[in-house]
């Protein structure tokens, strides 16, 4: 599809990471955009600001005239798996014959006639897609990016310069939907068993990956984590990063400065000293090291890259520091899969060694926490202390004997709680005298306790909203 010749699209979900990105980018063109979704949040709250027509009940008396009595070739309907069978407006403009698209269609559309440089992997996407976009971005270069997470930077998900001809997407393997990107250069930051719902089989994961490297363009370039392995086509070209000197770019003499990562870079017997991250966890250092690699592909001067390294904010909800007064340090995270939770626990103790830590996780999805239930309770062992909150359901309904009771009863550290919504503020207040730092983790709805916890902390408490 020629996305040009729409003139109006519809979002059911439009409040989402992914499909907010694209909302912006039509409404940047010029194009009449509204949606639905389930409840209004900051960030829909910013897309109405923006000139988008949002609402939060699911009626089709709800849907703007202008949609009602379109013309359907220049009409399109975006949704996300997400949204059930049984929602009204979606099957309403199924029935009047509507042209419907998933969200990765969409992205496909868009990004495919583009030089397209997609970003792939069980975690690390965002981080990685977000460092891109800024170097890009920082050095003038001609770029649209389609992020999963707010950039601290620009306070967006949605960057685009002028005369843009590169496209920066992240490569979502949930329902298989990078397989519709072909990309110039891919990058693969991890391939961890994730959305066992949906691949069933480890194997499956693997094997979705390794079809997206199939996606790549004639002459492109995948860059991939140093100990992944994949079966890859055999002509195409790989490059490899990591913290392993064996990789065709890594990172040595790794140190810590002023609560910063500062370590030198390596590439094909060349050497740069001296860049500086703001980000805790070495796993980040690797994320950083794709963005490099990738800027380079692209004709970026060193000196650009090494000074938007430095210059990046990081990406709201990715080890992101809330709240540092002389008694108490918060970070909040997205970590929802057992080893987001490693890498960022085992960051936080690497900058901070001899404090303490309270880690607050809510588990996503009852189907996740079935499927990795032991190994959220050995990741969540290396805290002080532990408090787990009930599951966030998401999509997902009940399953019959999955509870957080799987990961708590196997929680071996001893200073462990169970919370719900309602006295996670109390606890976390009687626990203050005993820790150094607290760490928020999860892909629900935690983030809602972020802004009381930073008051908390700073003694001026607020609602929760």
Excluded at 44 to 69: C, R, V, W
Excluded at 95 to 107: M, N, P, Q, T
Excluded at 117 to 126: F, L, N, P, V
Excluded at 172 to 184: A, G, I, Q, T, W
Aim: proline share 3%.
């Amino acid at each position: 599809m020629n996305v040009t010749n729409l003139h109006r699209i519809y979002f059911i979900g439009i409040g989402g990471i992914g499909m907010s990105a694209i909302a912006r980018y039509f409404i940047q063109e010029g194009k009449e955009v509204a949606g639905y979704d389930r409840t209004s949040t900051d960030l829909s709250k910013q897309l109405q600001d923006e000139g988008m027509n949002i609402h939060y009940t699911d009626d089709i008396h709800a849907i703007p005239s202008s949609f009602i009595n379109a013309d359907k070739e220049e009409t399109l309907v975006v949704y996300t798996p997400a949204i059930p069978n049984n929602h009204q407006e979606l099957n309403y403009f199924t029935e009047k014959g509507y042209r419907i698209a998933k969200r990765s269609d969409v992205l496909g559309w868009i990004s495919n006639k583009m030089f397209c440089i997609a970003i792939a992997g069980t975690h690390g996407k965002t981080t990685t897609s977000s460092l891109i976009a800024h170097i890009l971005h920082h050095s003038n270069a001609g770029m649209r990016a389609f992020l999963g997470g707010i950039t601290a930077n620009y306070q967006s998900n949605f960057l685009s310069n002028k005369d843009a001809k590169i496209a920066i997407v992240e490569a979502d393997e949930y329902d298989r939907s990078f397989l519709k990107l072909n990309p110039d250069i891919a990058i693969i930051t991890s391939t961890d068993p994730d959305h066992l719902d949906i691949y069933g089989e480890i194997s499956e994961v693997k094997k979705s990956f390794s079809l997206f490297t199939e996606q790549i363009n004639t002459n492109g370039l995948l860059i991939i984590q140093h100990s992944l392995s994949l079966d890859t086509p055999k002509e195409l070209r790989k490059k490899t990063y990591g913290l392993n000197k064996d990789a065709d770019i890594y990172a040595e003499n790794i140190r810590i400065e002023n609560g910063r990562y500062v370590f030198d870079v390596v590439s094909n017997g060349k050497l740069w000293v001296g860049f500086e991250l703001y980000m805790g966890g070495k796993h980040n250092i690797e994320n950083a090291l794709a963005a490099i690699y990738t800027a380079k592909s692209i004709n970026i001067s060193m000196d650009s890259i090494k000074e938007g390294i430095k210059t990046f904010k990081g990406v709201k909800r990715r080890f992101e520091y809330i709240s540092r007064t002389d008694e108490h340090i918060y970070i909040d995270d997205y970590a929802h899969h057992p080893a987001e939770i490693n890498a960022t626990i085992s960051g936080v103790r690497e900058v901070y060694p001899n404090k303490k830590i309270l880690g607050i996780f809510q588990p996503h999805l009852y189907s996740r926490t079935r499927d990795f239930a032991s190994d959220f309770a050995h990741s969540l062992s290396l805290l002080d202390e532990v408090i787990l909150m009930d599951i966030y359901p998401a999509r997902e309904v009940p399953i019959p004997g999955v509870s957080e009771d799987l990961i708590f009863e196997n929680i071996t550290t001893e200073k462990k709680f169970k919370a719900n919504k309602e006295n996670l503020l109390d606890l976390i207040k009687s626990r203050l005298d005993k820790i150094d730092i607290i760490v928020t983790m999860g892909a629900g709805d935690i983030d809602r306790f972020v802004k009381p916890i930073e008051a908390l902390l700073n003694q001026n408490p607020v609602a929760l909203t």
